[in-house]
């Protein structure tokens, strides 16, 4: 139990496993009682090593739920059902394995039966029991005490979530991924290269925080933001302070000693402005930043819907190919009974390799949007999206352009606060630079060779101090300096206004073209659809009654079908726009 809680840093959920004990003890002695036998030592010992197999189912359990909880998923009951889904197989091969490996010992009448037959037929009977109410007590009791906020759970809640995730383990198993089910429940992320274990379906919301989170390009921006910032204590740099010791050439020969100080500064405007102009660069680079998270934001926008876009275009691919499938074999039947010649077979074939055609080009794009997803979210995982429909999107009601909230307008005026600012650097620098300095020189008494009748004692300190101004007499290159400041704030200035009327240009643009789909799609959400599925129905009943014939029930089909894939085209342009619109007006 120790073990347990340090693994799971949870009280409660170390008893949620261990509940799995009385649940495998009633399979345990059950099965005792069935074959008669008594309880025994060896039957203790079966006792002891089907608790421990039914613990670990219980750990296999909860370790999932926990981790799609750390993974974002927020809702306790597609949690619990996705969950048990998923872990179904694991914890039916570990009962499995203990149980057919026990069988022999069960079934065993050789030397030594009497002690084998009552230990296998514990474990046995101990892990049916114990497999089948873990699958469905075990979740029930997750969503009472996993949260302090679903303590209020009513029974009939939690019941209708019991049978749901039973019904979803035992018939959607065998869609799940083979490797992640054998996989360990526990998984551990790497935080050297972020890239994280994805093993349930992914909502818009989730997949955003983690491209934010993980995506290599925005954390090189963030870096050059750390950057920025550590360089702004650099603002003050008086330079080196120089330090000199010289002998008095004139002692004599003697040991007189000088030390010299000196240290340079410049005008202290220089430094106000220096500081300035670095707390400027972190500005801009916080804005690059968030131009950045934008552009990151949006693209994972545009592959999550195109990703939808794919998947819904090859379901609609799929009942086609269905259709074509059977037009091939209803047109083989109709050519090799002569009923019809051979240009309806040739048709069919041709049309059933046309609809083959559209649905590798649809694999291919579903593909191409996931290695982009994975490229945004800086993992190696499959990606698995929880929605299934491709929705459709509208921008915010206020349509007017306030594409002054756009991080890269922001970046813009930055840059030219930034280009005024190395101006004032420049002509700062054309300013005055003070020295100061002391001196410290000692004499020692000693011979006196040129009669210089010195009167210094031994020991004598003489002390100076030095003050000094560099005038910039040759300023012409300083002069070019500020000269060229000002046209490179020019060039801001320009590349600012560029960036405004290209936005607007783009944002009126885009707007047009949301207003084209948005048309089109509401023409087929209030009539279209209608009208193709009741087409459908129309040519489905018709054959069936056989008031037409093949050739003329597949060509209807073929409009219904192709009157839903143009209605994803333009569905799927209208969010891309929708999208664009959102990022040129940065929200």
């Known amino acids: 139990m120790g073990l347990l809680y340090a693994t799971f840093k949870s009280f409660g959920q170390t008893v949620l496993i261990f509940s799995a004990v009385p649940l495998s003890a009633i399979g345990g002695v059950f099965a005792l009682l069935l074959r008669d036998m008594p309880f025994s030592i060896s039957a203790g010992v079966g006792f002891i090593a089907l608790f421990g ?31 048990t889904k998923v872990r179904l197989r694991p914890v039916i091969m570990t009962a499995a394995v203990a149980s057919l490996g026990f069988l022999p010992m069960a079934l065993s009448g050789s030397a030594g039966a009497e002690v084998q037959k009552p230990l296998a037929t514990v474990v046995i009977g101990g892990l049916l029991s114990a497999t089948l109410l873990t699958l469905f007590v075990l979740p029930c009791l997750y969503l009472l005490f996993a949260d302090k906020k679903l303590t209020k759970i009513k029974t009939g809640t939690s019941a209708k979530v019991l049978i749901l995730a039973a019904v979803f383990s035992f018939t959607l198993a065998g869609n799940s991924n083979p490797a992640q089910a054998q996989s360990n429940p526990i ?9 994280q274990h ?6 818009l919301d989730s997949i955003l925080s983690m491209a934010v989170r993980n995506n290599l390009k925005l954390k090189s921006a963030n870096l050059g933001t750390a950057h920025a910032k550590a360089l702004q204590k650099t603002g003050f740099d008086p330079g080196k302070t120089e330090f000199s010791l010289s002998q008095d050439p004139t002692s004599g020969g003697g040991n007189d000693n ?17 500081q300035k102009v670095l707390n400027l660069q972190t500005s801009l680079s916080e804005q690059s930043v968030r131009y950045t998270r934008a552009e990151i934001v949006r693209d994972t926008k545009i592959a999550y819907y195109h990703y939808l876009y794919f998947q819904e275009s090859l379901k609609v691919l799929n009942f086609q190919d269905s259709v074509y499938r059977n037009f091939i074999k209803k047109a083989e039947v109709r050519f090799k009974s002569g009923e019809t010649s051979n240009l309806e077979l040739i048709t069919a074939r041709n049309k059933y390799q046309e609809v083959q055609t559209l649905k590798n080009a649809a694999k291919a794009g579903l593909r191409v949007q996931e290695l982009q997803l ?19 999107l509208s921008p915010q009601a206020n349509e007017t352009l306030g594409i002054s909230s756009n991080p890269l307008m922001d970046f813009h005026q930055q840059q030219m606060e930034m280009a005024k600012a190395k101006i004032a650097l420049q002509k700062a620098k054309a300013l005055p630079d003070f020295t100061l300095g002391y001196s410290q020189q000692l004499v020692i008494r000693s011979f006196d060779p040129a009669k210089l009748n010195r009167d210094y004692t031994p020991g004598t300190r003489i002390a100076g101090l030095q003050f000094g101004v560099a005038v910039p007499l040759f300023n012409g290159a300083g002069r070019a300096k500020v000269k060229s400041e000002k ?12 960036a405004q009327h290209q936005f607007e240009i783009q944002y009126e643009q885009a707007f047009q073209e949301y207003l084209k789909n948005k048309q089109t799609v509401d023409y087929y959400t209030s009539e279209g659809l209608k009208q193709a599925r009741e087409q459908l129905r129309i040519a489905q ?3 069936d009654l056989g008031e037409i014939g093949y050739m003329e029930y597949v060509q209807n089909i073929s409009l219904a079908v192709q ?18 619109l959102a990022f040129i007006k940065g929200e």
């Open 53 to 83: 197999v039914a613990v670990l189912n219980g750990i296999v359990l909860i370790g999932y739920f926990n981790q799609l909880k750390e993974e974002g998923m927020t809702d306790i009951y597609q949690r619990v059902i996705e969950g």
């Open 187 to 195: 998984q551990t992320q790497n935080t050297q290269n972020q890239t």
């Open 198 to 203: 994805i093993n349930s379906p992914l909502t």
């Open 258 to 274: 000088a030390i010299n100080v000196t240290q340079t500064f410049a005008w202290p405007g220089l430094y106000k402005n220096q």
């Open 374 to 392: 994975q490229q945004l979210l800086n993992t190696k995982a499959p990606i698995l999206l929880a929605e299934k429909t491709l929705p459709v």
């Open 487 to 498: 046209i490179a704030a020019q060039i801001a200035e320009t590349e600012y206004q560029n």
């Open 541 to 543: 009943v018709s054959f």
């Open 563 to 580: 009157s839903k894939i143009t209605y994803l085209e333009t569905l799927n342009q209208l969010n891309q726009t929708t999208i664009q």
